[in-house]
């Protein structure tokens, strides 16, 4: 099965993205293209939904992976709340219909500016990375004569078992509040005029594909709850991060999400708690794909490249973290299969979609990177001068441009020459 089924499958030698084949698509909008599956981002949003029913709880969708206003709005509509890491972030789910008081605020490096526009949004909570960041919050705050909302967050110094770059849960990484200095940040917390305490929280890292250390870290956010109890500081909420992995190589399995959930809910065992959740990759990641031409089949020496119009530029993944996405052909195949290093056109060695990847394709075929629905388009740049690619987003039987392909002349306009103009 093809990561992203049943939604994104091969059948009868077609890729298809609900019930529209990629090739329709493409012909429509061009490629490189990104195509999300609606039905498949409803499916992962009820993995979580649907097994924390009965419990109080938010799941705060992580902007960052795919923040498109579309996707933002879909998952607003469904009751999200969302996690945020800057300013344009927070203008995003505004615009896209999020609502303010279900937004928390995560990152090492909030600037005045950024904590002035949340607080006045009026956010759930700040959550805060560092005994100074505090300071000038409670700062900030009192001079708007606004009370903010803060939760700190842990590093509950647990290895994530993940990509060293996508680790951020061990003491050296640069997140959170080091475990044994969190109690004295929530006793300073507490006595600061323009702070009100609401929660705790942790994010370890990401594409966590075993969940035992998203337990252990649940496990030592609960021990500091209850020690913070007994000091009479109580808390409303925890919010045990994002990092659930996906599906990104046929036969690879990624975490049972309602079980994974079903046991954190348990483990508050009876405590008032809200379960706060910040899941991203998780909800999006397998439910978009990639579209891209081939332009040009190249032999050297032992080497097979298969240049493709999409690259590093569109997918960062493979070259930022050596990221495996598996690649298919987007129609039936028209040569015999052979390996080909899947390639873009950008002058980088790292612009690699895929090593030894059996494809049988000719000119001019269209190939899908799968599972590129998270931390694709988002980290996507115009090296090259490349101009970003269209996204669709597929709603049964409609197809919609849910951002159109970025023109030439765009990139460029604001641009300045001395002494022109
Ligand atoms: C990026 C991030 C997430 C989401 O991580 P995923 O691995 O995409 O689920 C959640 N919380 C915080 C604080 C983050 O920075």
Redesign the pocket.
């Known amino acids: 099965m093809t990561p992203g089924a049943p939604f994104i499958v091969r059948k009868d030698d077609h890729l298809f993205i609900d019930q529209w084949r990629a090739k329709r698509i493409a012909e429509h909008v061009g490629t490189p293209c990104f195509v999300y599956s609606k039905a498949a981002l409803e499916h992962a949003w009820h993995q979580y939904a649907d097994a924390l029913a009965g419990t109080p709880h938010l799941i705060?969708y992580?902007v960052?992976?795919n923040s498109n206003l579309a996707i933002l709005n879909l998952f607003a509509r469904l009751g999200a709340g969302f996690?945020i890491?800057s300013g344009g972030e927070l203008a995003r789910v505004l615009a896209a219909g999020g609502k303010a008081d279900r937004v928390?605020f995560?990152?090492v490096g909030k600037t005045e500016g950024e904590m002035r526009a949340a607080l006045y949004a009026g956010i759930k909570c700040f959550?805060i990375e560092s005994p100074s960041e505090l300071e000038r919050l409670d700062r900030v705050a009192g001079e708007m004569g606004k009370v903010a909302p803060i939760s700190v967050?842990v590093n509950p110094d647990v290895d994530a078992k993940t990509h060293a770059h996508?680790s951020?849960g061990k003491k050296e990484n640069k997140?959170g509040i080091g475990y044994d200095m969190a109690p004295d940040v929530y006793r300073r917390a507490r006595d600061l005029a323009n702070i009100r305490i609401t929660g705790i929280?942790a994010?370890i890292?990401?594409?966590?594909l075993d969940v035992e250390p998203l337990y252990a870290c649940m496990r030592r956010l609960l021990d500091l709850v209850d020690r913070l109890a007994s000091e009479g500081i109580h808390l409303h909420h925890i919010?045990n991060?994002?990092?659930?992995?996906v599906q990104y190589r046929q036969g690879e399995t990624s975490p049972d999400i309602p079980a994974y959930v079903t046991r954190l809910m348990a483990m508050l065992d009876g405590r008032k708690l809200e379960l706060l959740l910040?899941?991203?990759?998780?909800?999006v990641?397998n439910a978009g794909v990639l579209l891209s031409t081939v332009e040009v089949l190249k032999i050297a020496g032992e080497k097979r490249f298969c240049v493709v119009d999409a690259a590093m530029n569109d997918l960062a993944r493979p070259a930022i973290y050596g990221a495996w996405h598996d690649i298919v052909n987007a129609g039936p195949d028209t040569a015999p299969v052979r390996d080909w290093d899947v390639v873009g056109p950008v002058c980088e060695s790292t612009d690699k979609l895929g090593e030894g990847r059996p494809l049988g394709i000719s000119e001019g075929d269209m190939v899908a990177i799968l599972s590129a629905g998270?931390?694709g388009m988002t980290m996507s740049s115009n090296y090259n001068t490349r101009p970003r690619a269209v996204e669709v987003l597929i709603d049964g039987d409609d197809a919609h441009i849910i951002r159109k392909r970025e023109v030439i002349a765009d990139l460029f306009k604001d641009e300045l020459i001395p002494g022109q103009g």
């Open positions: 705060c992580a960052k992976a996690d890491v928390v995560s990152g959550n967050r996508i951020t997140f929280d994010h890292g990401s594409q966590v919010s991060g994002g990092g659930l992995g910040e899941p991203g990759r998780s909800l990641g998270a931390y």
